[in-house]
């Protein structure tokens, strides 16, 4: 939510840059947490959504653990104050440097997800004389039904363990003195906006668990992943996005064995909706067609429109009329026809100088940016209360 103290606010700054309302942040949390805690769910926050210090604090301050696919966010969840039993860590590509991180610091599972990186994991944990905690990462193969390039749970995708191959993996675990498997891990991908995916993974997860069972292997934890979609066009309403029915989905349909735990790891859905990227209008440069309005934030700061064709509701803060609007397209400054906001969009009239705030981007928009064309975003803004 932004107010109006906020955008005296950014009226004194340089843009562009991210703006988070942690009080919001705190709000989804809460309602997050509560949703889980129902029925014993256990919750982990997907660092890779954002890892700013305010942020990840906020949030291990509520009790999350934390997720991670590099050691370099382990190092970070370490650094914050995650403990390491509350440290999951997944990744197609983990490398021996990284892998030895997740041992010594004894972390709650390293997600494994190829035969050849168990061999590799074996071995390093064999040179460490330690034991290796892991979970498989399995490919389910279901549909998540999302954009293709966050798809992650298809026999097509690189990630996971594909069905064919578990049995040789279960091998290879019970004759390693090196590996202690804790559990399985799930994630079927991202900005999932309706349960039926959701549905079909329990159904999927429960008949994998049998071939587990099968063979004589009981495990600690199931991990369902994260991928809970959030409604981009209502950034401002309290209950976006809906935990309650996500969550019930899994208490009735996973069929958890006694004191066995169900792990989640969130991302988008926690901080989405608590992040805005503030900038100002460069020019209202008229085309033939369309009028350009032309910001100094562009892919370079935010990139989902330009990967994922991703649409961002965005808002003039700063308009001199409220009753004139006006037809843009909202671009940015670099030289690539992709760093486009969107097409066509209704405004308040806009001139040089106004403040715009693109909406919801609290989740992979600051940790996506990049310096291309030598572009600097300047530090991140947080409000508290
Ligand atoms: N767990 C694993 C193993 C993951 O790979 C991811 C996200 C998550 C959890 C968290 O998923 P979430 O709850 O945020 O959907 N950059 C893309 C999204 C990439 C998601 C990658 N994996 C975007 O901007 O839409």
């Known amino acids: 939510m932004i107010r109006e103290t906020d955008i005296k606010a950014f009226s004194q700054r340089q843009t562009p840059f991210y703006f988070y309302d942690l009080e919001a942040l705190s709000h989804t949390v809460d309602r997050a947490k509560a949703a889980a805690d129902r029925y014993g769910f256990h919750l982990h926050f997907a660092l890779k959504a954002n890892s700013n210090n305010p942020v990840l604090e906020l949030i291990k301050d ?130 999932i906006r309706t349960l039926e995916p959701f549905r079909n993974l329990c159904g999927r997860i429960n008949a994998i668990q049998l071939r587990f069972e099968e063979k004589g292997i009981k495990l600690n934890h199931i991990n369902a992943g994260g991928g809970l979609g959030i409604d981009y066009q209502a950034p401002d309403d309290a209950l976006n996005p809906d935990f309650e029915h996500f969550f019930k989905v899994f208490a009735s349909l996973i ?90 969009i209704s405004l308040h009239k806009s001139d040089r100088g106004d403040l715009i705030a693109i909406r919801a981007a609290g989740a992979y928009g600051e940790t996506m940016a990049s310096h291309y064309n030598l572009r600097k975003l300047g530090d991140a803004m947080y409000r508290f209360a």
């Open 62 to 191: 509520k009790g999350l653990g934390a997720d991670c696919v590099s050691g370099g966010e382990v190092r970070k969840a370490l650094e914050i104050g995650f403990e390491p039993h509350q440290i999951a860590f997944a990744g197609v590509g983990k490398t021996d440097d990284e892998i030895r991180l997740a041992i010594e610091k004894n972390i709650f599972s390293i997600n494994v997800e190829s035969m050849e990186e168990l061999i590799v994991i074996d071995e390093i944990a064999g040179q460490m004389k330690r034991k290796a905690r892991i979970a498989l990462r399995l490919n389910p193969d279901v549909d998540a039904k999302t954009h293709h390039y966050i798809t992650t749970g298809l026999e097509e995708n690189k990630f996971g363990i594909s069905g064919w191959q578990v049995d040789d993996v279960i091998e290879l675990v019970s004759k390693s003195d090196n590996l202690l498997l804790d559990g399985i891990h799930f994630h079927i991908g991202s900005q």
């Open 255 to 344: 069929d958890l064995r006694p004191g066995q735990q169900l792990h989640f790891e969130l991302g988008r859905s926690l901080v989405a909706n608590c992040g805005d990227l503030i900038s100002r209008v460069l020019y209202v440069k008229k085309g033939l067609k369309t009028n350009f309005l032309i910001l100094d934030a562009g892919m370079t700061e935010l990139i989902r429109p330009a990967l994922y064709q991703s649409v961002h509701p965005i808002e003039n803060l700063s308009a001199r009329s409220l009753n004139e609007r006006a037809i843009y397209d909202v671009v940015g400054p670099v030289c690539e026809s992709s760093d486009c906001f969107g097409k066509a």
